[in-house]
T-cell receptor
């Protein structure tokens, strides 16, 4: 049973526009949520995280929003750039980490 | 700069063979993890270790075992490889000091079992 779900396998946006990637989770005990980015032939790299006691964390063009009541988080990328094209994994952490299936983002020039 | 290395980028084995996947990290991290990545399923945790000689099962440990004799090295063992173990295998390391427990990943080993 997947505790972390990313229901959109792919997303395509135009350069300069906003990219919104979504993630849902089932276990209310998770205390940290993370986003990882993966390019082909490389391992995932950490992008941004948020504690369960916050509802927003911002780092440059990347913002993560957490809605605990809905058990939902999202990653906003503004403005999107072609170099952002990658697979994005949502992860939730308690003692170990659970990952979603990933969303492939394509940013078109 | 954190570095996690995996012994092979690509590996082809036959059904029934014993397979060793090696992972080494150079950041003195306590925690090490093995995942497999499959399309539509994301990263699934196979085994993890919080200390030398310690191991804990993840979500899908069946058909796998691990070994952690030294802090920097975590090995994944497929006792008798099967075709359904064809996958991308990712090793990660992390520290317990502070939260979040960010993990650092190796480049992955793409294993094909024929």
């Amino acid at each position: 049973d997947q505790q972390v779900k990313q229901n959109s396998p792919s997303l395509s946006v135009q350069e300069g526009r906003i990219s919104i990637l979504n993630c849902d989770y089932t276990n209310s005990m998770f205390d940290y949520f993370l986003w990882y980015k993966k390019y082909p032939a490389e391992g995932p790299t950490f992008l941004i995280s948020i504690s369960s006691i916050k509802d927003k964390n911002e780092d440059g063009r990347f913002t993560v929003f957490l809605n605990k009541s809905a058990k939902h988080l999202s990653l906003h990328i503004v403005p999107s750039q072609p170099g952002d094209s990658a697979v994005y994994f949502c992860a939730a952490s308690l003692r170990d980490m659970r990952f979603g299936a990933g969303t492939r983002l394509t940013v078109k020039p | 700069d954190v570095k996690v290395t995996q012994s092979s980028r690509y590996l082809v084995k036959r059904t029934g063979e014993k397979v060793f996947l090696e992972c080494v990290q150079d950041m003195d991290h306590e925690n090490m993890f093995w995942y497999r990545q499959d399309p539509g399923l994301g990263l699934r945790l196979i085994y993890f270790s919080y200390d030398v000689k310690m191991k804990e099962k993840g979500d899908i440990p069946e058909g796998y075992s691990v070994s952690r004799e030294k802090k920097e090295r975590f090995s994944l063992i497929l006792e008798s490889a099967s075709t359904n173990q064809t996958s991308m295998y990712l090793c990660a390391s992390g520290t317990t000091s502070g939260r979040p427990d960010t993990q650092y990943f190796g480049p992955g080993t793409r294993l094909t079992v024929l």
